[in-house]
């Protein structure tokens, strides 16, 4: 009788946690795992790291569920960091498992030998580890598992050196279920509820985790039992609340002033799923002055960093559930509706121009990944996120890459979704790759790549903050329909207004992957 490794063990594992598709680019540290590969895992091929890990990302995001990614020793994680910086910011459990050299060789410092590998990947990790012993894998690969995907969830990483997997193990493979989420304080709630009670005109703030935890309809139904206005947290990376709702009132700016001027119209603000807040630029206003705080989130560091407010602590789900139930209708009026802008003439393609067109064709099942930071404010007022169901994704770490392979991921996730990518030219070649995995996959999904030949977020905000001759904005020169066609993805280039409604149109309607080229005219916009 052939004795169990501890490949067999964790492969049960993995089957066992759902955890039978796995993202990689291998190394011959990886070998060992990869042998004799089953026929029931699906192995998703990627041409580098950095794209594997956000491919990764997309899909956990996509199916609400953790993610496997396998990658080679200290090279394949040192390419991949920026991707799992994203994932930590995403909130993502991805269980990272990369390979590391035989035991009998690391006294030796080996060639592909990971020094220290558990502390390579930290602080943006949950938890790391390199077992002690090749019999400690599959447990290891258990807790990584649960505390990936306990909230809030987020990245953890597992160093297996080659040579575990062949070892023979008679310990019992436990798999535990995932563990829910939690309810708020009584208490807690109470006093939140009683202050909705007392409040003439209160608002909402939605952040990712909202979506994440699948707590949109929740949001909805507290929002129209207050009749609050509902805004969306700076960087938010999912659309929390229907964009095309009546309390929907837009989006909040990573800046402290800009913030404190959109909600001093309040006398009470609930942030839901969000810091209180992320900034990235300072504008000499100092901490502005806010509204009666609350803040709800299942992240203890959230509620222990806010500058002021109180905190409770719940999972989105049952904490929004907990509000509705404590709460009463009201009979305060509610806010007058977004006014949105007109959709441009057409006499230039610009970003909001595309934007507007691509609204009056996307499918309503449609899932949009995102990562066009100096078009995202032309985005917001003219590509209204209507889903209640991951009808989002973007990344909120600001490290590019995530676009591309976060389509290709969330297509996987998502068969019975039109995926659609929006990317912006600078941060389409930070992940570019992933599309000879889309086309390797048969992905029927559509890549609309905005060129507008520069780093034009960096440009814009070295002006607002008062830099000149900045080096390295400038691009262009890139035939993306050719580098698509390089990799197996049909191309289309766009230049003039009049071929944009047709060119998405037969795009959408294609099985293949498509990617659209879209020369947009550079504008000097503001971002924020």
């Known amino acids: ?47 580098q790291e ?31 960091l920026g991707s799992i910086f994203t994932a930590y910011k995403n909130r993502t459990p991805l269980i990272i498992v990369a390979g590391q050299q035989v035991r009998s060789l690391l006294p030796h410092d080996p060639f592909l030998g990971a020094m220290d590998a558990p502390e390579f990947p930290k602080p943006y990790v949950k938890w790391s580890i390199e077992p002690a012993t090749a019999e400690d894998v599959p447990a290891a690969l258990a807790r990584a598992y649960h505390v990936a995907t306990q909230a809030p969830s ?10 575990d997997w062949t070892v023979t193990t008679e310990r019992p493979i436990v798999s535990r279920p995932r563990i829910r989420g939690f309810a708020p304080d009584p208490e807690a709630v109470a006093e939140l509820a009683a202050a909705f009670a007392a409040a003439e005109r209160p608002a909402i703030v939605v952040g990712g985790a909202v979506d994440q935890d699948g707590a949109v309809e929740e949001a909805v139904a507290l929002a129209e039992r207050v009749n609050a206005g509902v805004w969306v947290a700076p960087m938010s990376f999912r659309c929390s609340f229907p964009e095309d709702h009546p309390l929907f009132q837009g ?11 959109k909600l001093a119209a309040y006398d009470l603000v609930v942030v839901l799923g969000a810091p209180a807040f992320t900034y990235h630029v300072e504008r000499g206003r100092g901490e502005a002055p806010l509204p009666p705080l609350f803040i709800v989130s299942d992240d203890e560091q959230i509620l222990a960093r806010a500058f002021e407010g109180t905190g409770i602590r719940a999972t989105l789900k049952l904490g929004i559930r907990a ?20 959709k441009p003439d057409g006499s230039a393609l610009t970003g909001a121009y595309f934007y507007a067109t691509l609204a009056e064709v996307l499918p309503d099942n449609a899932l949009v990944v995102e990562e066009t930071p100096s078009h995202r404010a032309v985005m917001h007022d003219h590509l ?11 990344m909120a770490s600001g490290a590019l890459g995530y676009g591309v392979p976060g389509v290709v991921g969330a297509a996987i996730a998502r068969p019975d979704r039109k995926v659609v990518g929006v990317i912006g030219d600078g941060s389409s070649m930070y992940g570019i790759q992933a599309l000879w995995t889309a086309a390797r996959q048969e992905l029927p999904v559509t890549i609309v790549i905005l060129d507008n030949t520069e780093y034009a977020a960096v440009r814009i905000l070295g002006d607002a903050i008062g830099g000149s001759k900045l080096p390295g904005t400038q691009l262009g020169g890139i ?21 944009l409604a047709p060119a998405l149109t037969a795009a959408l309607a294609d099985d293949r992957p498509t990617l659209v080229h879209v020369r947009v005219v550079p504008e000097n916009s503001t971002i924020y």
């Not at 989006?251 to 001027?261: K, V």
């Not at 035939?479 to 071929?499: D, K, N, R, V």
């Open 251 to 261: 989006f909040l700016d990573p800046e402290r002033g800009t913030i404190s001027d």
């Open 323 to 342: 509000l509705v139930d404590a709460v009463g209708e009201t009979s305060r009026p509610a806010p007058a509706p977004l006014e949105r802008p007109a």
């Open 479 to 499: 035939e993306f329909s050719a580098l698509a066609a390089s990799m197996g993805c049909q191309g289309i280039a766009i230049t003039e207004p009049a071929a």
């Open 154 to 163: 987020g990245p953890v990483f597992v160093s297996v050196p080659a040579d």
């Open 384 to 394: 209204p996120i209507t889903a209640t169901d991951t009808g989002f994704l973007t």
């Open 50 to 80: 950095s794209a594997v890990v956000a491919m990764a990302d997309a899909y956990s995001q996509a199916t609400r569920q953790a993610a496997l990614v396998n990658l080679h020793s200290a090279g394949g994680v040192g390419h991949g």
């Open 1 to 47: 009788m052939l004795k169990r490794t501890v490949l067999d063990a964790t492969r049960e594992l993995l089957r066992e946690l759902g955890l039978t598709t796995v993202f990689g680019n291998p190394g011959t540290t990886e070998v060992p795992f990869l042998t004799e590969w089953p026929d029931d895992f699906d192995y998703v091929l990627g041409l």
